[in-house]
């Protein structure tokens, strides 16, 4: 699609919604208690801090506002797992609540944010919790993911998307974090570690490459988070995905500098924008022993496409993939032929300017022999899909093997000795640590050797470096970025000048400067500062703290208050 055609169905899109009326609440009736959500202070301090100071300058502009601080693993469930549109008032799902979103590897190319955040196929099942249906936005998702021969073009549609997220202020982006982890050099070289573009130290790169200071090679890290599940096909948080990475193969890699370069694939050919010719390395085995050939590649992206059609109560029909958070990194996969044993043509539907990394490098391997009867026992039921599979000891390729788990209390790894790429430490162990001062002991006592995830005050890291001649600090940018997401199905959610006056409650720079001790990069946009090409954008729109100009804004689009000072509908 042209430039020139987006724009004009922008236009359209645009005029035919300001001829809309947008409905509204009864005229006057008092905004009922709105209840924010987070992660409890034990598990994330900065976070709950925030949320709170957030929560009290909510209350400024006249609103009843609860914060519900819960357990990630519950948190996860009451935000991603309800979404449904026709529940009860009382029953309604979450309104607004603090969110993180990770920095992977793959995220370097910013279609996965631009695509599965926003676009309105996603809104049921996918990454677009919140509810986001905007066809103008729709249009230019999908055109930049076409736009393959002007890299300049793809970066005007990227920045208008950026643009119309911002405006319509559904989420309200305010830091990108820095991330601080801390690495014991007495037991590893700090010159064998890896710094990824956007994602800091602890990447692909340096478990497979650091290495060891002496005879101890066994690397020991922790999560504040309960592991969920370690499955191919089910994206279950930050942590678990460090261990998937390392234990599945992906037919490319992203690197260091952020570009994707084959790994399990010998090469990648392109004989037109529509066919690609990937051709495997030769030798690979699985954990089992068994060969790694074509058509397990194959199988790994046909089980990400799998699914059913059903039929609701009004005679729809809607497509229900079994791998619902792959399906939309393999979804522009129109076909595949297997070549011979180690070659094979993906065919897609339309040209994609991101799919080596959002798909060809997304995407785990997965063995045919042991996911084939998962998958077609999945499609002859209605009431589960891949998320309900957890094998007892999965078998991968990658690097790292499985040894043993508990979801609730570690993972220990194993180098596999049959990988081209087999790691130079001999082990991988990483412990569920919910609390922030059992993890300080851990790592200044030598139990734990390499901390990665740090949710508190980094300054504390900082002054256990400083004492310890051993620890050194690193830190980085992340593709990430912290914000509060609006669930925009449900009023007052539903009004954009409502969520543009609480994104003005927001004190960006104090939350950087002393709850996060400057160990963070002010955020506006999905698209972090680390990726500084898709960032070349016009001045995005701001929405400086300030609970009078919050207040402005409510009363200029209608709102008022009661007697008591309570916020009422226009």
């Not at 066919?275 to 390395?281: E, G, K, Y």
Request: charge should be negative; charged fraction near 20%; hydrophobic fraction near 40%.
């Amino acid at each position: 699609m042209s430039r020139k055609l987006v724009s004009l169905v922008v236009l359209f899109v645009m005029l035919l919604a300001l001829a809309i009326p947008v409905a509204s609440q009864t005229s006057g009736e008092m905004v009922p208690t709105i209840i924010v959500h987070s992660v409890t202070q034990a598990e994330r301090p900065v976070e709950y801090e925030t949320t709170r100071l957030v929560v009290e300058n909510m209350r400024e502009l006249g609103l009843d506002v609860e914060h519900r601080a819960i357990p990630w693993a519950q948190l996860i469930d009451e935000i991603w797992f309800s979404r449904t549109e026709e529940s009860s008032a009382a029953e309604r799902p979450f309104q607004m609540t603090y969110w993180r979103m990770v920095g992977r590897p793959e995220r370097s190319d910013p279609d996965e944010f631009t695509y599965n955040l926003f676009h309105s196929s996603v809104r049921d099942r996918g990454y677009n919790f919140i509810g986001y249906d905007n066809p103008e936005y729709d249009a230019l998702a999908e055109a930049q993911r076409v736009e393959v021969a002007d890299k300049e073009a793809r970066l005007e549609l990227i920045c208008e998307a950026q643009q119309i997220i911002r405006n319509d202020m559904i989420n309200a982006y305010f830091l990108h974090p820095l991330t601080p982890q801390v690495v014991n050099t007495a037991v590893f070289n700090s010159d064998s570690i890896t710094t990824q573009a956007g994602i800091g130290v602890h990447n692909f790169w340096t478990w497979i490459g650091i290495e060891p200071a002496g005879d101890d090679k066994t690397l020991i890290t922790s999560t504040t988070s309960f592991l969920s599940a370690f499955n191919p096909l089910e994206i279950s948080g930050d942590a678990p995905s460090r261990v998937t990475e390392m234990t599945w193969d992906r037919l490319m890699r992203i690197n260091s500098i952020g570009v994707p370069e084959p790994w399990a694939a010998e090469s990648v050919v392109w004989e037109d924008p529509l066919n690609v010719v990937v051709t495997l390395r030769e030798g690979m085995k699985w954990h089992d022993g068994e060969d790694v050939l074509s058509d397990d590649a194959a199988f790994s992206f046909e089980a990400a496409l799998a699914g059913t059609t059903q039929t609701d109560e009004d005679g729809n029909q809607k497509f229900q993939p079994e791998a619902p958070d792959y399906y939309p990194f393999a979804r522009n996969v129109a076909g595949i032929e297997i070549i011979d044993d180690l070659s094979l043509r993906f065919t897609l539907n339309s040209p994609s300017a991101a799919f080596e990394t959002s798909s060809l490098a997304k995407l785990n391997l997965i063995p045919k022999h042991i996911w084939e009867p998962f998958i077609s026992d999945l499609l002859e039921r209605d009431d589960a899909d891949v998320e309900s599979i957890q094998e007892e000891i999965p078998i991968g390729s990658g690097p790292f093997k499985y040894v043993a788990f508990d979801v609730n209390e570690f993972v220990f790894l194993e180098a596999f000795d049959d990988h081209w790429a087999r790691p130079n430490i001999d082990a991988w162990i990483m412990n569920v640590v919910p609390n922030q001062e059992a993890t300080l002991g851990q790592i200044q006592s030598g139990e734990m050797n390499f901390l990665w995830e740090w949710p508190g005050d980094p300054s504390v890291l900082q002054s256990i470096v400083d004492d310890n001649e051993h620890l050194d600090l690193f830190s980085a940018i992340s593709i990430g970025m912290n914000y509060f997401a609006f669930n925009v199905r449900y009023a007052p959610f539903d009004d954009v000048n409502f969520r543009q006056a609480v994104a003005h409650t927001i004190p960006q720079q104090f939350i950087i400067d002393n709850i996060y001790n400057g160990m963070a990069a002010p955020a506006d946009s999905f698209v972090s500062a680390a990726l500084e090409f898709w960032r070349q954008c016009d001045d995005l729109p701001s929405y400086d703290f300030s609970i009078d100009g919050a207040r402005d804004l409510l009363s200029s689009a209608g709102y008022s208050w009661d007697d008591d000072g309570r916020l009422l509908y226009p």
